[in-house]
C-alpha cells in the first residue's frame, strides 16, 4: 500500500523560502509520478509540481516556475519541493500525491503533465498535507 507523509509546513515572511518533504513508502521508488498540490481556503485544489522517476522528468504550474523546485532522494524514498520568493498567495494546505505505477496509467508525456488537471484523479494516493502560510 503507497504511503505518503509530508512535512515542512509552517510559516514565513513573504519573500522566504520553505522545503516541504514527501517521504514515500509501500512501493519501489522508480515507475513513479510524484505530484505537489494545494489548497486555500474557499478554493479549489490546485496542481503545482511533479516529478517522474520513470521519466525522469519534472513539471510545474506557471505561478510557481522559476520560485520552486521539486527533486527526489530515491536513496531515501522522498520527494521535496523547495520553495523560494514565498509569496502570501502560496498560503494553502500542500499535499503530495502518488501514481504508482506511472507506465500503468500514464503512457506517451506520463503523468506530470496532468498534475495541472487534479480533478482528473489519476493521481490516487495522497498524504495528509501539511500547511504553509504566508505573512505578507
Known amino acids: 500500500e503507497v504511503h505518503l507523509v509530508e512535512s515542512g509546513g509552517g510559516l514565513v515572511q513573504a519573500g522566504g523560502s520553505l522545503r516541504l518533504s514527501c517521504a514515500a513508502s509501500g512501493f519501489t521508488f522508480d515507475d513513479y509520478a510524484i505530484g505537489w498540490f494545494r489548497q486555500a481556503p474557499g478554493k479549489e485544489r490546485e496542481g503545482v509540481s511533479c516529478?517522474?522517476?520513470?521519466?525522469?522528468?519534472?513539471h510545474y504550474a506557471n505561478s510557481v516556475k522559476g520560485r520552486f523546485t521539486i527533486s527526489s532522494d530515491n536513496a531515501k524514498n522522498t520527494v521535496y519541493l523547495q520553495m523560494e520568493n514565498l509569496r502570501p498567495e502560496d498560503t494553502a494546505v500542500y499535499f503530495c500525491?502518488?501514481?504508482?505505477?506511472?507506465?500503468?496509467?500514464?503512457?506517451?508525456?506520463?503523468?506530470?503533465?496532468?498534475?495541472?488537471?487534479?480533478?482528473?484523479?489519476?493521481?490516487?494516493?495522497w498524504g495528509q498535507g501539511t500547511q504553509v502560510t504566508v505573512a505578507s
Open positions: 500525491a502518488a501514481v504508482y505505477p506511472e507506465g500503468y496509467y500514464c503512457t506517451g508525456y506520463g503523468c506530470c503533465p496532468l498534475v495541472l488537471r487534479p480533478q482528473l484523479g489519476i493521481f490516487n494516493s
Open positions: 516529478i517522474s522517476g520513470r521519466h525522469g522528468s519534472d
